[in-house]
């Protein structure tokens, strides 16, 4: 059974940093390339980052390029994502999500795996 779990989250201030981890069990994940989505207060969900199974490849949405950055160790089963230059925009449940293929598909629909979510809140 594929398990996510998230951890990482917490309060920033504007101009900050955080490092969100990912924990991934129960399937192959050097087969699969992985992601991040959030999904802000009262707004749906969003696509964040993706990163290819082996690395080789990464993608952002236009509303964190430069800031984000996606990395994952096959090692240990972890995929990461560190946030700098936070701003309250960014305020959001931020989810780990397994991808359908090892390349990465920039669009919800190619996410077959979930956690539960990890909180971030930016906020002087």
């Known amino acids: 059974q594929v398990q996510l779990v998230e951890s990482g989250g917490g309060l920033a201030q504007p101009g900050g940093s955080l490092r969100l981890s990912c924990a991934a069990s129960g399937f192959t994940f050097s087969d699969y390339a992985m992601n991040w989505a959030r999904q802000a207060p009262g707004k749906g969900l969003e696509w964040v980052s993706g990163?290819?199974?082996?690395?080789?490849?990464?993608y952002y949405a236009d509303s964190v390029k430069g800031r984000f950055t996606i990395s994952r160790d096959n090692t240990k089963n972890t995929v990461y994502l560190q946030m700098n230059s936070l701003k309250p925009e960014d305020t959001a449940l931020y989810y780990c999500?397994?991808?359908?293929?090892?390349?990465?598909?920039?669009?919800?629909?190619?996410?077959?795996?979930w956690g539960q979510g990890t909180l971030v809140t930016v906020s002087p």
């Open positions: 990163i290819y199974s082996d690395g080789s490849d990464t």
């Open positions: 999500a397994k991808g359908a293929w090892d390349v990465v598909v920039t669009t919800l629909e190619a996410l077959d795996a």
